[in-house]
């Protein structure tokens, strides 16, 4: 069995191991969570910092890919493992989101994300009907583009989906030397309360075509993908200005520029099978 030290050592960049030290931040991270009794899913509790806290206050769910630290956490949490408090999975989170679900039941998921994949982490749990609310350590920039809002320069696509389902902020800023080793990165805690979930994969890929050139005007990017005569009666019934940015249009407009276009499709496919 490797001692911490050791662990930190073999820190593997592959798997985005960047182990948050400072109590201070765990402490800040335990109090910003919702104050229901819901359990926890961890992705990545590492070293088991934050998965000591989380198992004072809930039932745990913890994901972890890393052999050498599953190991070291299964001796780590012994009682509460035997205890039925913390469920540990040495499994990658995102096969496992894939093939069965994180959990059946509600939850949230807080964690300090491994970054090289947090994006896509975040998606599938805005995706997620059983994810109630995120509370997750990632790269700053991941957290501004989740949590930013209509008519903010750094409101994308991003932006749109975290706003459709839930209330993004950004809790506080971390400095790399929090961490060991740190990253080469300002880090940040996200939080997303949802009221619903994504459920619509056109609508991200509308979303796609709508932020492709982000300081390029909306009406411009819808073009590359959609006919000019289309989007102009969609932007004069919605009473948009035609000179609107990508990033100006709230998310309502969004939605509503999107079930424009779907409603067209689905009457012109009706028609060509009359
Ligand atoms: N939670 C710990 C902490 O706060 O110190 C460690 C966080 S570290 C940034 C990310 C953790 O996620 C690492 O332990 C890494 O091995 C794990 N990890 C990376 N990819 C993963 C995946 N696909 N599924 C589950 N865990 C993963």
């Known amino acids: 069995m490797k001692s911490n030290e050791e662990l930190i050592g073999l820190a593997s960049k592959r798997y985005g191991q960047n182990f948050l030290k400072n109590h201070s931040y765990i402490q800040k991270i335990i109090q910003a969570m919702p104050k229901d009794n819901l359990p926890i899913v961890e992705i990545g509790p590492g070293l088991g910092d934050l998965t000591k806290e989380l198992v004072r206050a809930r039932d745990v769910t913890a994901f972890e890919v890393d052999k050498r630290l599953c190991e070291h956490l299964i001796h780590e949490f012994e009682l509460p493992i035997r205890e039925g408090r913390l469920t540990l999975k040495c499994a990658d989170a995102i096969e496992h989101w894939e093939q069965k679900g994180l959990l059946d039941e509600h939850y949230h998921l807080v964690a300090n994300l491994p970054y090289y994949i947090a994006t896509n982490l975040i998606l599938r749990a805005l995706h997620d009907p059983y994810c109630q609310s995120i509370l997750t350590m990632v790269q700053k920039e991941v957290a501004i583009k989740f949590s930013a809002k209509p008519t903010e320069r750094n409101f994308s696509a991003l932006g749109v989906l975290a706003d459709s389902v839930g209330e993004g902020k950004i809790c506080f800023e971390v400095e790399p030397e929090a961490f060991v080793p740190p990253p080469k990165v300002t880090s940040a805690v996200l939080s997303i309360v949802k009221f ?5 994969l056109g609508f991200e890929d509308f979303l796609k075509v709508a932020f492709s050139q982000p300081r390029k005007k909306l009406s411009k990017n819808l073009n590359l993908r959609y006919q000019k ?27 509503q520029i999107y079930n424009a276009l779907k409603q067209k499709d689905n009457e012109d496919e009706r028609k060509s099978r009359k």
Do not use: C, G, Q, V
């Open 229 to 255: 005569d289309r989007i102009i009666k969609i932007f004069a019934d919605l009473e948009l200005e035609d000179n609107i940015r990508p990033h100006e249009a709230a998310t309502s407009i969004y939605h």
């Open 196 to 200: 619903s979930s994504l459920d619509d």
